[in-house]
């Protein structure tokens, strides 16, 4: 027997608990009336909205994505569509699914026009879907739409560069990682993403010395494996330098540690960059 439907009351006790900051309660009430009625009924959309977002805060974030994201394919109702958007946005600062939310709802979809404070968010992933099939131009053509004053703005240049790198083409590709370091608005992670980019540009064209300088100004949490991941990195071209300074190259080749090739910095290290 199909459940009553819950009526327009249900959703606006859930909106009471949402604005009190009582999301389990939010959560209830909002999923009855979503359970109970079927989409067109008024403030349907809403009600996955709001559900999706009681779910997030109340740390579900994989079944806060699956609400949102019904909002954002269906956008049956575009004053929504932003708002879940935003929501969105925030979920995929973390571990999400990225078949999901990536592939089957941002790069697959035509959202139309949106305000520039999500755009640049949709702009940036669809161009970055561009990048790894090979669509370089439209890639560039939907970065070039991202406002200069947008946190995305820097990243779409890293992107590119990374690009640039994996066609051989470095001159390009430090630019691009050199413009996307000095951007105001690039946060800590980007500028140590960079500086790790020019710092194994400048090992591979052996000039350990520079590197080296680049290396120092990364910035990790001690006794992380990140830090322990960068000494690595700094020992190997300390360890370079000094052969080359010294011209012991053929002396201490034959006694270089056996594990040289699989941790000594290299430019395969981009791959996990934007792929």
């Not at 990790?220 to 494996?225: C, D, F, K, R, Y």
């Amino acid at each position: 027997m199909k459940p009553q439907a819950a009526p327009p009351e249900r959703f606006e006790e859930g909106l009471r608990a949402f604005y009190s900051d009582d999301f389990k309660n939010a959560a209830a009430r909002m999923y009855e009336y979503v359970a109970t009625n079927s989409a067109g009924v008024e403030n349907f959309e809403w009600a996955q909205y709001f559900l999706g977002v009681s779910l997030a805060r109340l740390g579900f974030g994989h079944s806060a994505s699956e609400y949102l994201y019904n909002v954002a394919k269906e956008r049956s109702a575009p004053e929504v569509l932003p708002e879940a958007l935003i929501e969105l946005e925030k979920l995929m600062q973390e571990p999400h699914d990225e078949r999901l939310l990536v592939d089957r709802l941002i790069t697959d979809s035509d959202f139309g026009f949106l305000p520039p404070y999500v755009s640049a968010f949709i702009r940036y992933h669809q161009g970055l879907a561009d990048l790894r099939a090979g669509r370089i131009a439209w890639a560039k053509l939907l970065f070039a739409k991202i406002p200069e004053d947008d946190p995305y703005h820097p990243m779409a240049k890293y992107a590119l560069a990374v690009e640039r790198l994996k066609k051989k083409d470095d001159a390009s590709a430090v630019r691009l990682f050199r413009e996307a370091l000095a951007h105001r608005l690039a946060d800590r992670d980007l500028r140590n993403q960079c500086r790790l980019a020019l710092a194994r540009v400048l090992y591979e064209k052996s000039h350990y010395e520079d590197a080296l300088r680049i290396y120092a100004q990364v910035e990790v949490p001690e006794l992380s494996a990140a830090e322990a991941s960068l000494f690595l990195e700094q020992a190997w071209t300390s360890y370079w330098l000094r052969d080359f300074r010294r011209r012991w190259a053929s002396s201490t080749r034959s006694k270089r540690p056996a594990t040289e090739t699989s941790t000594r910095p290299r430019s395969s290290c981009f791959d996990r960059s934007c792929t």
